[in-house]
């Protein structure tokens, strides 16, 4: 199971969790007077960890031989959280809009099926091609 299959998904998975814990937050918060809304941040991340750009990495400097070179470290993306300080829509400012935040919940819960439905798939194929020897 130490393919790059089941280590994004798999983090993919932990990040929908994430949101779902932060969405939550929000809408338990829509009345909490000065609350911001919090957001979860990794689909752009893992983006640039499959295909490039290291604009946002920091610069690696090696100050031991024995040390690994900064080209063979994997920048690997984790969720983040990030709290929303742009967007005010009420006077308490409070920044929460449940619209919004009910239609994300719906959309990370499909997200994360959807997530749930291809390992399950990878899995069994998995599983498949380690009995198929069996008979």
Known sequence: ?????????????????????????NIANVNTPNYRKSNL?????????LYGDN??????????DRH????????????????D???LMRVDENNVDIDIEMANLAKNQIYFNALALQMSNYVSKVKSVITS???
């Open 55 to 64: 604009s946002d990495r920091l610069p690696m400097a090696r100050t031991n």
């Open 68 to 83: 690994l070179p900064a080209a063979n470290m994997p920048y690997i993306a984790m969720p983040t959280v990030v709290q």
């Open 41 to 49: 941040v990794f689909e752009t991340l893992l983006a640039k960890e």
């Open 133 to 135: 020897g069996q008979g």
């Open 1 to 25: 199971m130490n393919s790059s299959n089941f280590n994004y998904l798999s983090r993919a998975m932990a990040a929908a969790n994430i949101r779902q814990e932060v969405i939550s937050h």
């Open 85 to 87: 300080h742009e967007t």
